[in-house]
């Protein structure tokens, strides 16, 4: 499984941007796909979470509201949509894959839970 993660950029607090990350080798129905971020001197955290039906998601408290994550099983490719942009928001960001379906629960958001991972993208929010 191979993910290619892009979209990420510069840009001013309150702006947005959006995350593509494209799969090949699996397709997003066998698998659990996340958006994990790392900001300079800290842990790596999931920001947001799909499961391989589409229909369960988890986002981390810091994002609930602003980001949205979405996959489009045509393309092959989970979005992770980044409105009303923070400081705080500026890391790398990185989409991960499970090997197969696995249901969301705290497991899931340990990076420990994921196979494969693409090879970050880097967001800069300027205030």
């Known amino acids: 499984v191979q993910l290619q993660a892009s979209g990420g950029g510069l840009v001013q607090a309150g702006g947005s941007l959006r995350l593509s990350c494209a799969a090949s080798?699996?397709?997003?129905?066998?698998?659990?796909m996340a958006w994990f971020r790392q900001a300079p001197g800290k842990k790596r955290e999931a920001a947001a979470i799909?499961?391989?039906?589409?229909?369960?998601?988890y986002y981390a408290d810091s994002v609930k509201g602003r980001f949205t994550i979405s996959g489009d099983n045509a393309k092959n490719t989970v979005y992770l949509q980044m409105n009303s942009l923070k400081p705080e928001d500026t890391a790398v960001y990185y989409c991960?894959?499970?090997?197969?379906?696995?249901?969301?629960?705290?497991?899931?958001?340990?990076?420990?839970?994921?196979?494969?991972w693409g090879q970050g993208t880097l967001v800069t929010v300027s205030s």
């Open positions: 991960a894959s499970t090997r197969r379906r696995t249901v969301l629960s705290s497991w899931t958001t340990n990076e420990y839970a994921y196979d494969y």
């Open positions: 080798g699996r397709t997003l129905g066998s698998v659990t």
């Open positions: 799909i499961n391989w039906s589409g229909r369960n998601t």
